[in-house]
């Protein structure tokens, strides 16, 4: 090739570099903010330096999180920011403070709220939450928690390649969000660790969790009210509650759940597999195999009530296990507000090595193909 054809295309090639997203997109490394990455110095101002940078850029941009321990106590990273794409990319360890009385009562350690297109790619949190978790044993007066990571309000968010160790609270809580994508997620909790739930979505429209690890003290999966189109696929749960849906109907005006779809998911050693629980009072809100509209934890403000949501058109198909208990599968609805449209396709659920058992209370449905234990619908 001729000279002049070589620096013609060189010239091509740089002027289609430096016009591309990839040349224009600003780059913030929390380093150059003052972040120390030893564990022990305070980084939360030096990150909320570069998140401002991000958020006030026109152009595409990254927060750049290098490898290393960085002590952050709780941080909001707030929105609406200039562009709608920031990459929050972390190689090393976010450590929350060893004395969980810091910020025990603040709700949540890292939250992003009013922001749109903000992707958080791997790392690791470092919740910090067995000293708590022992101080809830212990019966002694002790903050709620934290949750590790939160966002609210905010659209068009990936949460991917991220591990949350030994939340305070919820690992990861999804609120009032729209078009959210979690993937290839780690969580790990104590399987005595309370209310440390591993993602937990709720008043949220296009949510779906893929190809994640989530082993902790409370529920795997949990979903609020509010939620819809939910989509949970390719998940191994366990230790924990399993996947629930509820508590609802714990207010009386309240938003229901629909479009819920669980597939390809495993359950090994879960107090729970597929739950559906509403309070036994009343609501407007509508929505092993447990279906429980007569939830009352310590039968404190509604026993003897019944169930205000309403729970139909639920499928439970291609479903393999063991059952802990002798009855694995209980539907036990409402009086008021029975359970209609319940369908059970190809389930073999065994306990000891025998057949389980079903029970069912005020439910309706069908059965189609291998059913057992025996359908009680």
């Known amino acids: 090739m001729a000279k002049g054809h070589i620096s013609s295309l060189l010239a091509a090639i740089l002027i289609i570099f430096f016009s591309s997203p990839l040349a224009t997109a600003a780059r913030y490394n929390v380093l150059n903010y003052g972040a120390k990455p030893d564990g022990r110095t305070d980084s939360t101002q030096a990150f909320l330096a570069a998140w401002t940078q991000a958020c006030e850029s026109i152009m595409a941009a990254t927060v750049h999180v290098p490898p290393g321990r960085f002590f952050l106590q709780n941080v909001a990273f707030q929105g609406p920011c200039k562009n709608n794409a920031i990459l929050f990319r ?67 968010i990936v949460i991917s390649g991220l591990t949350s160790l030994n939340s305070q609270l919820y690992h990861i809580v999804i609120n009032g969000c729209q078009n959210v994508k979690v993937h290839s997620v780690t969580v790990s909790a104590s399987g005595h660790s309370p209310n440390t739930d591993g993602i937990h979505v709720q008043l949220s ?52 759940v629909q479009n819920v779809t669980v597939k390809s998911v495993t359950f090994t050693g879960t107090q729970n597999g597929l739950r559906i629980r509403s309070w036994g009072r009343p609501s407007s809100g509508f929505n092993s195999i447990v279906i429980d509209q007569n939830y009352c934890p310590d039968n404190q403000n509604c026993p003897g009530q019944e169930s205000g949501v309403k729970i139909s058109d639920v499928t439970y198909q291609d479903i393999r296990g063991t059952s802990a208990t002798e009855v694995a599968i209980k539907f036990d609805c409402s009086k008021k507000n029975p359970c209609s449209g319940i369908k059970l396709k190809d389930v073999k659920l065994n306990y000891k090595n025998q057949p389980a058992d079903a029970s069912c209370d005020n439910a309706d449905g069908t059965a189609f193909g291998f059913i057992q234990p025996s359908s009680c619908l």
């Not at 893929?210 to 409370?218: A, E, F, N, Q, V």
């Open 90 to 156: 972390v190689h090393g360890t976010l450590v929350a403070p060893s004395d969980y009385t810091v910020i025990g009562n603040t709700e949540n350690w890292i939250f992003f709220q009013y922001v749109n297109g903000v992707t958080v790619s791997g790392g690791v949190l470092d919740g910090q939450g067995p000293g708590l978790s022992a101080c809830k044993a212990s019966g002694m007066n002790c903050p709620s928690g934290a949750t590790s990571l939160g966002f609210c309000n905010s659209n068009n």
């Open 205 to 256: 429209s296009g949510v779906t969790i893929l190809k994640s690890r989530i082993r902790t003290g409370d529920d795997c999966v949990s979903i609020g009210a509010g939620t819809t189109n939910l989509w949970t696929e390719n998940v191994a749960c366990g230790s924990g509650h399993g996947i629930s849906i509820g508590s609802l109907g714990k207010d009386l005006q309240e938003p229901g």
